[in-house]
């Protein structure tokens, strides 16, 4: 869905500004004349008027990191139209970063458009890389425990899945999976972390 039809933003044509008024007392005869005039029309949003720079990039980067998110996953919600419109300056970024967090924040509530099911998934990894593993209370307890005020929180969190997920994929019997898997992600944290338990 594009930001027009969001917004409820009619697709217009550009409109040319008015010119500014003459002063009838120095009359401006046919032509720009290099002077004061021009500078006022390209103040005024002109015929002369120069579009500022966009820089995409940098108001994609902006609104992820306003909303919790990644510059890639927030490109990847904009449509075609809507990266479109953004490179050429109609899109205010305003819209960028109200979109973000507008998907954000539906995100939180489990509210996850069809097309966005893998992009929601992966956030939601991002943040907690244990999210959706079949860890038992147990587990929980042990992970706390070895991780707990340690700076690389998040790295130890991310390997423990990552072998967890390693070790159920060699694990050839669906009835061993998880034992499987847990037994390896949990020797791995053991010695990782230096923890007991």
């Known amino acids: 869905m594009s930001w027009r039809e969001v917004l409820g933003v009619a697709e217009a044509a550009p409109s040319k500004p008015e010119p500014p008024e003459q002063n009838s007392q120095y009359p401006q005869k046919g032509g720009s004349t290099g002077g004061f005039v021009?500078?006022?029309d390209i103040v005024q949003g002109g015929s002369d008027s120069i579009p500022p720079p966009v820089d995409a990039a940098s108001?994609?980067?902006e609104a992820a990191r306003s909303a919790g998110l990644l510059?890639?996953?927030l490109h990847q919600t904009l449509s075609t139209e809507d990266l479109a419109d953004l490179a050429d300056g109609t899109l205010p970024p305003e819209?960028?970063?109200a979109h973000a967090r507008s998907v954000a924040a539906r995100w939180g509530e489990d509210r996850v458009l069809d097309d966005?099911?893998?992009l929601a998934a992966a956030e939601r990894v991002r943040h907690d890389p244990l999210v959706d593993l079949p860890l038992?209370?147990?587990d929980r307890m042990f992970i706390e425990r070895c991780v707990v005020g340690r700076s690389d929180r998040h790295d130890l969190l991310t390997e423990y899945r990552r072998q967890w997920l390693a070790a159920a994929?060699?694990?050839g019997s669906e009835i061993r999976r998880d034992n499987a898997a847990r037994r390896a992600a949990n020797a791995w944290l053991r010695s990782a972390a230096a923890c007991s338990g």
């Open 38 to 40: 021009d500078f006022v």
């Open 95 to 97: 819209a960028v970063t």
């Open 59 to 61: 108001i994609i980067t």
């Open 116 to 118: 966005e099911t893998e």
């Open 169 to 171: 994929d060699a694990e």
């Open 136 to 138: 038992l209370r147990e």
């Open 71 to 73: 510059p890639e996953t």
